[in-house]
């Protein structure tokens, strides 16, 4: 197992900075998914940390040993620095059988053949690919392929191995399958791995830990995925991670006020006084609340907001509404089961909506208020604009 250092790193492309003083550490023996929308710099930091780039400032260290710094022009090749990579394209040699490709790293180093073959097959067993190892990459499914990268990989390093997107281009299945894979591989092996993904569900599957880069190549949280899916430290990271609704309320005292158009809405804010005072006098207050953490009541009540149903789909586990809550509209999914004991709502008719576990933002969404427990419902009042 290794540890990765990452020091106030800054790559250039041109006169483009792609990263800007980034900081990062990788834990001796952890799994950490980084993960951010395409052209985000997930890539670029890969590169510089397996030396395929050099860095324009700042330092990188593997196990506390320097690697990469611009200060000192310290530089170590790639192949010098114990890394194994799998790429989304496995990279596999299409004229060469599993286990040539699995050796061909250790070749490089000329070991000897008994032991490049030994080691090569227990890289093998370890990916349960066993016995292909006379097969061409073309007589192997995606899967296939994608595990003999990982294998090679192994070879490479058994300390510290980096995955860019190694499983974008399965289908759905197996990229769920692949991915627990993966995981449990890093367990088995107590390899230490750096993910680069764009899928959020997939790094929260792979990661101990997750990075969540924004489109200008910046750090907006670093955290186990509970506590990224729990505590969104922004408005930016909550409404990556999935589908979000967000509206703008005014705090009064205890109370939630929400414009519905022709008028105002108002709810008790539960957690009362305290969370009221809490957020009182903030200006463009922002409510942040989940699809399956807004509770849909087929018919309007009291203590609740109303909203007109405009959209039911039915999708076999849940059904997934549009809801139009004056001039915002919010998406709102509901188990199949509690539907259907509830009572589904059609199209066009009035519905109450408990917003649950809600999170507060102050203007702009850059910050949080942290009310643990609070839930936004309340009482409904008319009033006109």
């Known amino acids: 197992m290794s540890s990765v250092q990452i020091d106030a790193i800054s790559v250039d492309y041109g006169k483009h900075r792609v990263l800007d003083k980034l900081s990062l550490e990788v834990r001796d023996g952890e799994s950490l998914a980084v993960v951010g929308p395409s052209g985000c710099g997930k890539t670029t930091l890969m590169r510089a940390l397996c030396g395929f780039i050099r860095t324009a400032e700042g330092q990188i260290s593997i196990d506390g040993r320097a690697v990469s710094d611009s200060a000192s022009r310290q530089f170590t090749a790639p192949e ?24 061909y790293p250790l070749k490089k180093r000329r070991l000897p053949k008994s032991e490049i073959r030994e080691r090569a097959l227990k890289a093998l067993g370890q990916v349960k690919m066993a016995g292909y190892e006379n097969r061409l990459p073309a007589q192997l499914s995606g899967g296939q392929q994608q595990r003999v990268a990982l294998a090679r990989a192994l070879v490479t390093s058994d300390r510290l191995i980096v995955l860019d997107e190694p499983i974008t281009n399965l289908d759905a299945k197996l990229r769920e399958e692949m991915a627990y894979e993966i995981r449990s591989l890093q367990s088995s092996a107590g390899v230490t791995i750096l993910y680069i993904t764009h899928d959020q569900e997939t790094a929260m599957t792979i990661g101990d830990r997750m990075v969540i880069m924004d489109r200008q190549g910046a750090l907006r949280q670093v955290g186990s995925p509970e506590e990224i899916w729990t505590s969104p430290a922004d408005k930016y990271v909550f409404e990556f991670l999935g589908v979000s609704n967000f509206l703008p309320v005014t705090v009064r005292k205890d109370r939630l006020i929400v414009r519905d158009g022709d008028g ?21 207050v922002l409510l942040a609340v989940r699809p399956m953490d807004v509770v849909l009541h087929p018919r309007p009540k009291s203590g609740l907001f109303s909203g007109r149903v405009e959209r039911v789909t039915y999708l076999g586990n849940q059904f997934d509404y549009i809801v139009a809550l004056g001039e915002h ?24 909506l408990d917003l649950g576990n809600s999170v507060f933002y102050r203007a702009g969404g850059s910050e949080r208020v942290d009310l643990a427990g609070t839930r936004a419902g309340g009482t409904r009042q008319r009033t006109e604009a």
Do not use: M
């Open 80 to 103: 010098k620095r114990n890394i194994g990579v799998v790429f989304q394209d496995y990279a596999v040699w299409p004229h060469l059988t599993v286990i040539e490709n699995i050796s």
């Open 264 to 284: 105002f809405q108002e709810a008790a804010l539960a957690g009362g006084r305290i969370a009221g005072q809490a957020l009182e006098g903030l200006d463009d």
């Open 329 to 352: 509209r919010l998406r709102v999914q509901q188990d199949s089961f509690d539907a259907f004991a509830r009572g589904v709502p059609g199209e066009g008719s009035t519905c109450g």
